[in-house]
């Protein structure tokens, strides 16, 4: 059993490596794809405060529906591959981030903006100054939970073509053998839990030592 | 028709009992995670790193231990509904103003008493949060266990996708959709009911 | 400096500020006064255009202030706000740099200011310009709050109630400091408090405000001497000392307004400091507020006349006698009559002067036994 394992590893290494790469590459794409439009959104979100009820309250029905289904529907409208599944990894990784960088801000005490406003900083100099580096750990937050989703999401992706590990899996699944399911489960748990460890730590490095709550120090 | 309506039951069923089970369980080690605050750090640590698998992993190992089937679906959903609901239990009870302990206490009640007339009652709110979430992301797990042999409506969804069949699709689609929005919706309600009482 | 013309301001139709006329002079110190919602803060408010008056004219240095930009005006006028002033994402260094940053002045020029700011209130610049506010004691986080409204040397500083959440001796300590700073300065300051003490303390003029009206614009003397109305008497009367029944610890029925100096105090300072708060002897306390010794009244006399004198540092001291303030109460009146001494000082565990107990105290104490029910009807 161990043998056959180990066998069956070894053949499908290069496959399992290419897997992972692919897994990586459009889960990273999603998600920077994702900061880049949500970030901006949310900020744009706390000056138009009636706007941001309405979209936050969409987000929250959207993020309600299962992965499969999302890929399901917007099959017809793109087609199956990559593609595809970087687009709706895209709209997922938006809703957390997008979350976080509008709470995060709105969250500030309006003391620091009232301080910040009476020394004479214009509306741009508060943000840049005092909000954003204020909210920085709270969007660095949605940005973990956005890029965990995503790698867990980019696994069901297989099933509309999106490579990945996914793929792996779903090829052991198909075959009923547990060694090549495992071989797609297992990397994919690793790099989840990894990418979650890591962003944690960067997160702490880039927030100044001011923020940084007693206890987690 | 009715082949819709009973997989739509047994989607609502794998969900629940994968949830009810985490809630039995969970509330349990949220109680005694207050009590140890020692073991609080790496327990909750441990719950959110199983949260970390993604979906179909989870589901994937689970099933060299529980074989095809719901069991495997079930017992995913477990393990992801942990975190929300140990993690809400432990943060509602701490949050509980130590004023109303002392007040239970000052009135002679034991600490068992306490914990089911004070503690819990209280941190309801907030365990009810909890479940809102983890039965919305059973939803999306019993859809995609699918693919290991799990019964429910991702049946009509996988097979839609795989024959590019859109009326197949939207049958399981729209009722997930719809168990997904009425669940939210119904328990956020019940929330800001006990919240307000 | 300021003036206020036909000032009126409404919030969604409550009237907030009914057709204020006011003149701030230049130089003094100005302290608005008043219970909560009287529009002391909104008037403060409206100086650096936070809040938009809705009828009438401001002028500052003669200039009607809609004339200029509102972030050009702030960048001019000192601003210090309530307890949170400082920004938690930046150092002690980047948060007084604020405006010199924003008026884009030279990195050198910056700097130095910036340790000349904290040298002047007697902190070591290379010991705070790198920390951040978390790491400073309440204290020590305003104290930076009023270096940065000092930082570009504006002529006006405006200031909402910055010492309300500190401790007692630690805001008696900063109030010395921010006086002290005016007068050498020579700057305005408007400053907003609900505590008549404070008002007293700092104020060359109090302005006593009412449901967003004037009741009386006078100096602390006057004010005190000769209250216009029965509300100005009521204001003033307030807060009187309330009698504690129950007492058994020593926290409780000590007074907390020691006269305090530090070791670099002028000589004359502070002899015009005990004659202003009637005392006889001053607690010396060091940067912690830990106790150093008393300087009395004698030991001035004794050294005055006879070598130069410039701190309080280099009279001799004398020490006193403490108790900690979680002692009880009858050992504190035990001590203080056996010893026939005239007053006990009351310090923490940590060795720094909270208060002091004295034969008053005991009467105080004694009278709130015997006549708590007169008292409660009050």
Redesign the interface.
């Known amino acids: 059993m161990m043998n056959k394992s180990i066998a069956i590893l070894q053949k499908n290494w290069p496959l399992l490596q290419t897997a992972f790469l692919e897994h990586i590459q459009i889960s990273f794409f999603s998600v920077v794809i994702g900061i880049i439009i949500s970030v901006p959104l949310g900020i744009l979100l706390t000056r138009l405060p009636r706007l941001a009820k309405r979209v936050m309250a969409v987000m929250g029905i959207l993020q309600t529906v299962p992965s499969m289904v999302m890929f399901g529907l917007l099959l017809p409208v793109t087609g199956i591959g990559k593609p595809t599944a970087v687009i709706v990894l895209t709209v997922y990784s938006i809703l957390p981030i997008l979350r976080n960088t509008y709470t995060g801000i709105t969250e500030v005490s309006p003391g620091y903006i009232e301080a910040a406003t009476g020394m004479g900083m214009n509306s741009l100099q508060t943000l840049f100054r005092v909000e954003l580096p204020l909210a920085l750990p709270v969007i660095v937050t949605g940005i973990r939970l956005s890029s965990v989703y995503i790698i867990s999401w980019a696994t069901v992706a297989a099933i509309i073509g999106g490579g990945g590990l996914g793929d792996v899996i779903y090829t052991g699944l198909d075959r009923y053998n547990h060694t090549v399911v495992l071989m797609g489960a297992i990397p994919a748990s690793l790099l989840a839990i990894a990418t979650s460890f890591v962003i944690g730590r960067l997160a702490r490095l880039a927030i100044p030592r001011g923020l940084r709550r007693e206890g987690n120090a | 028709m009715l082949e819709l309506i009973q997989r739509a039951a047994v989607h609502l069923l794998i969900s629940l009992s994968g949830v009810v089970l985490a809630t039995v369980i969970g509330v349990v080690i949220g109680v005694i995670l207050t009590r140890v605050p020692k073991l609080a750090g790496p327990v909750i640590g441990i719950v959110e790193v199983l949260q970390t698998i993604p979906s179909l992993a989870m589901l994937s190992i689970l099933l060299v231990f529980f074989g095809l089937g719901n069991m495997t679906a079930v017992m995913a959903i477990f393990f992801y509904s942990l975190l929300p609901i140990v993690r809400n239990t432990y943060t509602g009870i701490l949050a509980l103003e130590p004023a109303l302990l002392e007040a239970g206490r000052g009135m002679g009640m034991s600490s068992l008493q306490i914990l089911f007339q004070v503690e819990l009652p209280n941190a309801i709110p907030v365990i009810v949060s909890g479940l809102r979430i983890s039965l919305i992301t059973a939803y999306g797990i019993v859809t995609i266990s699918v693919l290991v042999g799990g019964g429910g409506l991702g049946r009509y969804v996988y097979r839609g996708i795989q024959m590019a069949d859109m009326a197949m699709l939207f049958t399981g689609a729209i009722p997930i959709c719809l168990m997904a929005f009425l669940t939210d919706l119904l328990l956020n309600r019940l929330e800001q009911k006990l919240l307000h009482r | 400096m300021v003036t206020f013309d036909n000032v009126t301001k409404s919030f969604s139709g409550h009237t907030v500020i009914s057709d204020l006329s006011l003149e701030i002079p230049r130089g003094q110190f100005t302290v608005l006064i008043g219970p909560s919602g009287c529009g002391k803060t909104t008037s403060l ?1 409206m100086i ?1 255009r ?1 809040i938009e008056p809705s009828k009438g004219s401001i002028f500052v240095d003669g200039q009607n202030i809609t004339k200029v930009s509102p ?6 006028i000192g ?1 210090v ?11 002690i260094e980047q948060n007084i740099e ?2 010199p940053r ?1 008026l884009k002045w030279p990195k050198e020029k910056r700097h130095q200011r910036t340790r000349e700011l904290l040298e002047m209130v007697g902190m070591d610049p290379k010991e705070y310009l790198g920390r ?4 400073l004691s309440g204290g020590q986080q305003q104290r930076i709050g009023v270096l ?1 409204a000092l930082a570009v040397a504006p002529p006006l500083i ?1 200031m909402d109630e910055p010492f309300g959440a500190l401790d007692p001796i630690t805001r008696e300590s900063l109030q010395d400091e921010v006086k002290k700073l005016q007068t050498s300065l020579g700057i305005t300051v408007v400053f907003v408090t609900h505590d008549i003490d404070e008002a007293v303390k700092l104020a060359d003029r109090i302005i006593l405000m009412k449901d967003g009206e004037i009741v009386q614009n006078a100096p602390p003397e006057t004010l005190l001497a000769h209250p216009a109305n029965d509300y100005v008497r009521e204001f003033i009367g307030k807060k009187r000392m309330k009698a504690n029944y129950d007492v058994d610890l020593v926290r409780e029925i000590m007074n907390p307004r020691v006269v305090t100096t530090t070791r670099d105090k002028g000589f004359a300072e502070s002899i015009n400091l005990m004659r202003k708060r009637n005392v006889d002897s001053l607690v010396v306390l060091d940067k912690e507020g830990r106790l150093e010794g008393v300087v009395t009244v004698e030991n001035l006399r004794a050294v005055a006349g006879k070598q130069h004198i410039a701190q309080i540092g280099e009279v001799e001291m004398k020490s006193v006698p403490t108790i900690s303030m979680n002692a009880q109460a009858r050992e504190a009146f035990d001590t203080l009559i056996t010893e026939k001494l005239p007053f006990l000082l009351v310090v923490d565990s940590k060795d720094r002067v909270k208060g002091l107990v004295s034969k008053t105290s005991l009467v105080k104490a004694l009278a709130g036994v015997v006549w708590r029910d007169d008292e409660d009807d009050e």
């Open positions: 408010k650096n936070l972030v050009d005006l702030r960048r001019q601003y706000i309530q307890q949170i002033g400082l920004f938690p994402n930046m150092t604020v405006v924003l951040y506010p978390s790491e940065r405006l």
